[in-house]
């Protein structure tokens, strides 16, 4: 019986490819076989296996690879984006390490394989469709945008991969976009533009052809330069989708390979990210704050803006009186954002920067004990592997209710908060380490959170707020008026202390 169910489902599949007009074509002729007839549904027993990537899909309807998308191996694989999108075999060869030997274009569709949330033109796998099909809704959006050229920029891709991503979080109960699906994204962006389009752009006619038809289009021509080519001298910066100038070549070892490519992984997800936020237009004082999914204070992080445990300092680089990605900043750098924002006396921030490298980002910060300690006001303690960058929101609402009537947290609400956090760390947390150090660092923030960023003594629950969990400087905040000095610092540090011990 089994071997009779085997010949049968055999011959009926033998029989649709003989009556089908792709048994016929010549390599390099169009037929797109129908969707009665295809699917990449993992599994399917469809007589034609398509995945989610309208360009391999082309190449099967095309007959690069082949037509029924079945027992596809490596090589072929290899060769036929090789030969057509001129895609360097190093790179080839990293593309199909993480796919059988030999397998079927429908495996491709197995979630979070190759296929990811959050796709320029695809629907997310929580819903349950197909995932060869396209989404036409946001096919359709991603061409919409083009400007009277007809053309799509690296800008406007870009754009559009933050917008997914934004939806996809906002929308997907189920969304997985991390770090992969990130990447994963970010490469595709990147080849619509470098091996589909003309390396900075592609036009709508080319990627309707691509994306909707499956077609490589009549008049498309291979790159010349071979695209993502580890081992070359002349590796394309359009692997970025947003080309910089000052990414013009890099050179690579053959040995380097790896770490290379991966280097330039991070490179483009960063690079695109980045450009594709609003904040690279906005002015000094401007507030933007990146989303937690592009933003990351675990210390050596690759996410395109890196942030601190400090709310003070993210709020500097909110407004871009620090560099906006958090990257690059300098002693001098901190010191003039901290005096001109803050007004910090000289002696404090020459005391607070001896203590980090010339030249830092703010995930360095995050490095437990060095800034970053247990018992904070408003941040969960290292020990439970949180990012340092977020703020504990239930930690801060409770320091936000302890305000009395006139909605104002002072000296002797902040000690007493104080006193309590080192109390839960030493009680809850096995690891705890609240020294020396790690209280002096505590109440000097403290110090910090009522002199620097409220009005001497207090701080309004609004205003801390604001710093806290926004990390945005309140419209009606007020530079203080006197300086803060390295003695009213410390002076208001051990009043603190004081007060926490009654």
């Known amino acids: 019986m089994v071997s009779f169910i085997?010949?049968?489902?055999?011959a009926a599949v033998a029989t649709t490819i003989a009556a089908s007009p792709a048994v016929a074509l010549e390599e390099g002729e169009y037929f797109r076989p129908s969707n009665g007839e295809t699917s990449g549904i993992n599994g399917t027993t469809a007589v034609y296996r398509r995945s989610p990537c309208p360009a391999l899909n082309a190449l099967a309807n095309h007959g690069y690879l082949p037509r029924d998308g079945q027992n596809i191996?490596?090589?072929?694989?290899?060769?036929?984006?090789?030969?057509?999108?001129?895609?360097?075999?190093?790179?080839?060869?990293?593309?199909v390490a993480d796919i059988p030997t030999t397998s079927s274009l429908?495996?491709?569709g197995i979630h979070n394989l190759i296929e990811h949330d959050a796709s320029l033109v695809h629907t997310?796998?929580?819903?349950?469709?197909?995932?060869?099909?396209?989404?036409?809704?946001?096919?359709?959006?991603?061409?919409?945008?083009?400007?009277?050229?007809?053309?799509?920029?690296n800008t406007i891709v870009a754009e559009t991969r933050r917008d997914r991503g934004n939806t996809c979080n906002a929308e997907n109960p189920e969304c997985t976009y991390g770090v992969k699906a990130q990447t994963l994204a970010f490469l595709e962006a990147s080849a619509l533009l470098t091996s589909l389009g003309t390396g900075d752009n592609i036009s709508v006619e080319h990627a309707h052809s691509f994306i909707i038809n499956e077609k490589i289009p009549d008049d498309y021509t291979t790159p010349d330069l071979s695209v993502l080519q580890l081992s070359s001298g002349n590796a394309l910066p359009s692997f970025a989708s947003i080309k910089f100038d000052w990414y013009n070549k890099f050179t690579v070892s053959p040995s380097a390979a790896m770490v290379s490519f991966i280097q330039s992984v991070v490179v483009a997800v960063a690079a695109v990210v980045f450009v594709a936020s609003p904040s690279a237009a906005l002015s000094e004082g401007e507030y933007f704050r990146p989303s937690n999914d592009e933003t990351s204070g675990i210390y050596g992080t690759s996410a395109a803006y890196r942030r601190s445990p400090?709310?003070?300092?993210n709020t500097l680089a909110n407004h871009g009186y620090l560099p906006r990605d958090g990257h690059n900043i300098t002693h001098d750098m901190l010191r003039t954002a901290l005096m001109n924002v803050y007004n910090l006396g000289s002696g404090v921030v020459d005391i607070l920067v001896a203590n980090?490298?010339?030249?830092?980002?703010?995930?360095?910060?995050?490095?437990?004990?060095?800034?970053?300690?247990?018992?904070?006001?408003?941040?969960?303690?290292?020990?439970?592997?949180?990012?340092?960058?977020?703020?504990?929101?239930?930690?801060?609402?409770?320091?936000?209710?302890?305000a009395g009537d006139d909605g104002v947290l002072t000296?002797?609400?902040?000690?007493?908060?104080r006193k309590e956090r080192g109390k839960m760390c030493n009680a809850e947390n096995p690891e705890c380490t609240y020294g020396v150090k790690a209280q002096t660092l505590a109440f000097l923030e403290a110090s910090v959170l009522l002199m620097a960023l409220g009005t001497?003594?207090?701080?309004?629950?609004?205003?801390?707020?604001?710093?806290?969990?926004?990390?945005?400087?309140?419209?009606?905040?007020?530079?203080?008026?006197?300086?803060?000095?390295?003695?009213?610092?410390?002076?208001?540090?051990a009043t603190l202390k004081a007060m926490s011990l009654v």
């Open 356 to 402: 980090v490298p010339d030249t830092i980002t703010l995930d360095y910060l995050g490095l437990h004990n060095i800034i970053e300690h247990d018992a904070s006001l408003a941040h969960t303690d290292a020990y439970y592997g949180h990012d340092p960058m977020i703020a504990n929101e239930t930690l801060a609402e409770g320091l936000f209710a302890r």
């Open 411 to 417: 000296n002797r609400i902040v000690a007493a908060t």
């Open 124 to 153: 997310d796998a929580y819903y349950g469709y197909d995932p060869m099909l396209v989404n036409e809704t946001l096919a359709e959006d991603l061409f919409a945008r083009a400007g009277y050229d007809g053309l799509l920029t």
């Open 106 to 108: 429908d495996n491709l």
């Open 73 to 95: 191996t490596h090589d072929m694989l290899i060769t036929a984006i090789k030969d057509v999108y001129n895609v360097g075999n190093d790179v080839g060869e990293l593309l």
């Open 456 to 493: 001497g003594n207090t701080i309004s629950v609004e205003h801390a707020r604001s710093f806290i969990m926004n990390e945005k400087i309140p419209d009606d905040y007020t530079t203080p008026k006197s300086t803060i000095s390295v003695v009213s610092l410390l002076a208001r540090a």
């Open 310 to 313: 400090c709310p003070a300092l």
């Open 6 to 10: 085997h010949s049968a489902v055999a």
